[in-house]
């Protein structure tokens, strides 16, 4: 078959996809100088609402805290987006005045705005410019956004403290005290790290644990000085300083250590650093190393409305030259996984057809007619039991892809009980029309969110996919037929006219960018390390 190898050449050619990260991920810090509230008697309660652009539309990404009675305010939330190299990412910052009575969004709340690419922050590194009100006129005000990737490690800490016998600076009730922890930049100058609440009318508080990135807290450098100040609440703005303590990440693992020793006292200001946990994130290449499996399983629609396969017109015409779209999607997608499966067997199956011996309508199929083993040998393998069986079936329908969904969540659930990352399913569904079982079909994806399996569908022919683009969550929240939502995005759908022209490179780039993130958050979810810890990975380990 010397003519298929033209495709397998271009799609091997692309197996750098999965080598290279496919994002970096940034986080966004947000300060805002001279907001001026519309009622000039009273200072606004400002929250900064991030959003992106999408197909033209606007939609809100995450939001800040709201700080109280503030002109000025540095917030301590952090926005964490994905940033892309080769895409223009919109973004656009708003600033609403948000009273305390009600936390909708009205439009006399709107204090300025503010539109930039994410590529100008993160070339910039820091980005100042003015807020536009209504009718793009500059006030006063302005909004700084400062980027920082966070590199390689992303691991998490979490922290929380307390605080014993605080100074009272309130004369007729005790202090309501918060904690700020600010990072000492190389340049001597300090970025805030987080906020704690304010703990109201207490000289012993307990601040509520907090998560924050090891690159947030320290850029990675555990003995980088971190600066902590207790401040007294006070609700027109101005805070009456209590105390104010430095310590480094390294200190503060050395009181937890030995804590039986110092009581992790870190201060004289009596503040005590009651928990200390360091989570490890762990990457796709961490699982791929440590021996996880990527089972690869295919399903082809065999219904009438490909048309006959001796039909030069039809989906499943077998051009003694030309691979059908079927074939190429197949191999494009298949040679990539192909490269993460050991035992580089695949299960192929196919749906909507009446097969040998009895003609019955069958939806979960061995395309090689052995219910047993239903595995080919190879991409090779999966081609050559495709061409054959193609003879031998009597193409019918409907187009129900529910049962093939279930078949492999059946795998992947006997999966789970190992309590490891030594195996994750990727469903290559094929298929050339809108499914008839959509109920089904979403009730099997919720379903399978839960397991470790993703489920890629490539839309063959030119039918009218609107329907399926529902199935991949990136709309909304898909939901089973009685509302349950799906735990997580696990099904990405692609009509494959939009790459008829490119290489299978593009299309197998577009199918299996999702893949490396739904493993790691499959597993990182639950709290499964990789299975065997790699050297790689070790150097990669936060040194103690």
């Not at 926005?79 to 600033?95: A, K, N, P, S, W």
């Not at 980027?147 to 009272?168: C, I, P, Q, T």
Request: net charge negative.
């Amino acid at each position: 078959m010397k003519k298929m190898s033209n495709i397998y050449e271009s799609a091997a050619n692309t197996l750098g996809i999965f080598n290279s990260p496919c994002l970096t991920k940034v986080e966004l810090r947000v300060a805002c100088k001279g907001i001026s509230d519309r009622d000039a008697l009273s200072k606004p309660d400002p929250c900064v609402i991030l959003k992106m652009q999408s197909h033209g539309q606007w939609f809100e990404v995450d939001r800040t805290e709201v700080i109280r009675t503030c002109i000025n305010p540095v917030f301590s939330k952090l926005f964490t987006v994905d940033f892309y190299f080769e895409e223009v990412q919109r973004l656009r910052f708003e600033v609403h005045d948000i009273s305390s009575n009600h936390n909708g969004l009205k439009e006399a709340d709107f204090l300025g705005g503010m539109e930039c690419t994410l590529g100008q922050i993160v070339s910039q590194r820091k980005l100042s410019k003015s807020l536009l009100k209504h009718g793009n006129t500059a006030g006063k005000s302005s909004i700084t956004v400062i980027a920082e990737e966070l590199s390689g490690n992303d691991d998490y800490v979490e922290l929380s403290f307390s605080a014993r016998k605080l100074d009272d600076k309130d004369f007729f009730s005790k202090s309501d005290p918060f904690l700020e922890i600010f990072r000492v930049n190389d340049d001597a100058t300090q970025q805030l790290v987080h906020r704690t609440e304010v703990v109201m009318n207490n000289l012993n508080p307990a601040w509520k644990t907090f998560k924050v990135s090891v690159n947030s807290l320290c850029s990675g450098d555990q003995d980088r000085r971190l600066k902590c100040i207790v401040w007294d609440w006070d609700s027109n703005g101005k805070h009456d300083f209590i105390g104010e303590f430095s310590s480094t990440f390294k200190e503060m693992r050395g009181a937890m250590e030995g804590r039986q020793v110092s009581g992790n006292h870190l201060t004289k200001l009596n503040v005590l650093l009651s928990c200390l946990q360091i989570h490890k994130m762990h990457s796709f290449l961490d699982y791929i190393m440590g021996g996880c499996q990527i089972q690869f399983t295919v399903a082809i629609d065999f219904t009438a409305s490909n048309g006959d396969p001796r039909n030069s017109c039809s989906l499943h015409y077998i051009h003694p030259y030309q691979p059908n779209e079927y074939l190429k999607a197949l191999v494009a997608v298949g040679e990539i996984c192909q490269d993460y499966d050991s035992d580089k067997m695949f299960p192929a199956f196919g749906f909507g057809a009446r097969i040998p011996p009895e003609y019955k309508v069958s939806h979960d199929f061995a395309i090689n007619f052995n219910e047993d083993n239903p595995e080919c040998a190879g991409i090779q393998g999966v081609v050559e039991a495709y061409q054959s069986c193609l003879p031998k079936l009597q193409l019918y329908g409907p187009t129900n892809i529910a049962p093939i969904i279930q078949k492999v969540a059946k795998s992947a659930s006997e999966e789970t009980n190992t309590k490891e990352a030594s195996q994750y399913f990727i469903l290559l569904i094929l298929t050339d029309g809108v499914i008839t079982d959509m109920a089904d079909t979403r009730e099997a994806i919720v379903h399978a969110s839960h397991l470790p399996m993703s489920v890629i569908i490539v839309g063959v022919g030119n039918a009218d996919f609107s329907d399926m683009q529902m199935l991949d969550g990136d709309d909304g929240i898909l939901r089973s037929p009685k509302g349950e939502p799906v735990l997580r995005d696990i099904v990405q759908f692609v009509p494959f006219r939009n790459f008829k022209h490119a290489s299978p490179a593009a299309l197998a780039k577009s199918v299996l960018a999702e893949v490396p993130n739904q493993v790691v958050d499959y597993y990182n979810g639950k709290g499964i390390k990789p299975k065997c810890m790699s050297e790689y990975e070790s150097s990669r380990t936060l040194a103690p």
